[in-house]
């Protein structure tokens, strides 16, 4: 029935062979009684350890016995076959669960596709070039950095620290001068510009900014009207924001 067995029908009940109780010797039925009252004075186990249990063996062996069927002929081979039964249908959900990641996983990265693909089909916006004049690109001064992702550091009497993981550090000069760091270092970029005019550089890291928040509200209001879910609205747009190398905004 898909999540197991959840109601059992009359029509089932009359087609199920069960042992008629009645027929059993009273010596047998008080042994079996006896038997089972000793199974359930412990917590039951798993199937794979059950079927190790004395106390257990003892039950089942007594049971066969009131069918008519030689316990040390069939009481290995019914555990055997049990346990193998149990353990291909305990596989069966893994496998069943793993398809049903993937096809999961399939669905997200279409999603996050046709949505990127909506929001934005030409790529985002590069920092610095898209949001100064080029001119203040020219008129700057070239900072050695090392390729790698920045972060703000220390904020002292107005100086703001930018480091690295690996051990970078520079003394900027204002916040914005070491925002304005940290949002243009990219993979491959060994050498920096940075311009000297602060009243532009200041703004294009203002303009940058709104960008940035925009963005994220934008991608975070289109996930969340397609999945409904806000929690997976957000990781997708945090997804989309690493997947095109887009940073946080610096605090």
């Given at each position: 029935?898909?999540?197991?067995?959840?109601?059992?029908?009359?029509?089932?009940?009359?087609?199920?062979?069960?042992?008629?109780?009645?027929?059993?010797?009273?010596?047998?039925?008080?042994?079996?009684?006896?038997?089972?009252?000793?199974?359930?004075?412990?917590?039951?186990?798993?199937?794979?350890?059950?079927?190790?249990?004395?106390?257990r063996q003892k039950f089942d062996c007594l049971v066969?016995?009131?069918?008519?069927?030689?316990?040390?002929?069939?009481?290995?081979?019914?555990?055997?076959?049990?346990?193998?039964?149990?353990?291909?249908?305990?596989?069966?959900?893994?496998?069943?669960?793993?398809?049903?990641?993937?096809?999961?996983?399939?669905?997200?990265?279409?999603?996050?596709?046709?949505?990127?693909?909506?929001?934005?089909?030409?790529g985002p916006r590069r920092f610095p070039e898209d949001?100064?004049?080029?001119?203040?690109?020219?008129?700057?001064?070239?900072?050695?950095?090392?390729?790698?992702?920045?972060?703000?550091?220390?904020?002292?009497?107005?100086?703001?620290?930018?480091?690295?993981?690996?051990?970078?550090?520079?003394?900027?000069?204002?916040?914005?001068?070491?925002?304005?760091?940290?949002?243009?270092?990219?993979?491959?970029?060994?050498?920096?510009?940075?311009?000297?005019?602060?009243?532009?550089?200041?703004?294009?890291?203002?303009?940058?900014?709104?960008?940035?928040?925009?963005?994220?509200?934008?991608?975070?209001?289109?996930?969340?009207?397609?999945?409904?879910?806000?929690?997976?609205?957000?990781?997708?747009?945090?997804?989309?924001?690493?997947?095109?190398?887009?940073?946080?905004?610096?605090?």
């Amino acid at each position: 029935m898909g999540d197991g067995l959840l109601a059992f029908y009359g029509p089932d009940i009359a087609d199920l062979q069960v042992p008629d109780a009645s027929k059993i010797k009273a010596d047998l039925k008080k042994r079996i009684l006896k038997a089972f009252d000793k199974v359930l004075t412990r917590p039951v186990q798993s199937i794979f350890e059950e079927v190790k249990m004395k106390d257990r063996q003892k039950f089942d062996c007594l049971v066969l016995e009131a069918i008519g069927l030689d316990a040390k002929r069939y009481l290995k081979l019914l555990y055997k076959n049990l346990c193998e039964l149990v353990r291909e249908r305990i596989e069966l959900g893994e496998t069943r669960k793993k398809v049903k990641k993937v096809k999961q996983n399939r669905d997200v990265e279409k999603l996050k596709e046709q949505v990127l693909e909506e929001i934005l089909p030409k790529g985002p916006r590069r920092f610095p070039e898209d949001f100064i004049d080029s001119k203040y690109l020219k008129d700057a001064f070239e900072l050695p950095v090392p390729g790698e992702p920045l972060k703000l550091g220390a904020h002292f009497m107005g100086t703001q620290e930018v480091i690295s993981d690996k051990g970078f550090r520079y003394q900027a000069q204002s916040v914005e001068e070491a925002k304005f760091i940290v949002y243009a270092v990219k993979a491959g970029i060994y050498l920096l510009k940075v311009p000297n005019n602060k009243s532009a550089l200041s703004q294009a890291v203002i303009e940058y900014e709104r960008y940035l928040r925009q963005l994220k509200d934008e991608f975070f209001e289109v996930f969340f009207q397609r999945t409904h879910d806000h929690k997976l609205a957000d990781m997708l747009t945090n997804q989309i924001f690493e997947d095109l190398g887009l940073p946080e905004v610096a605090a």
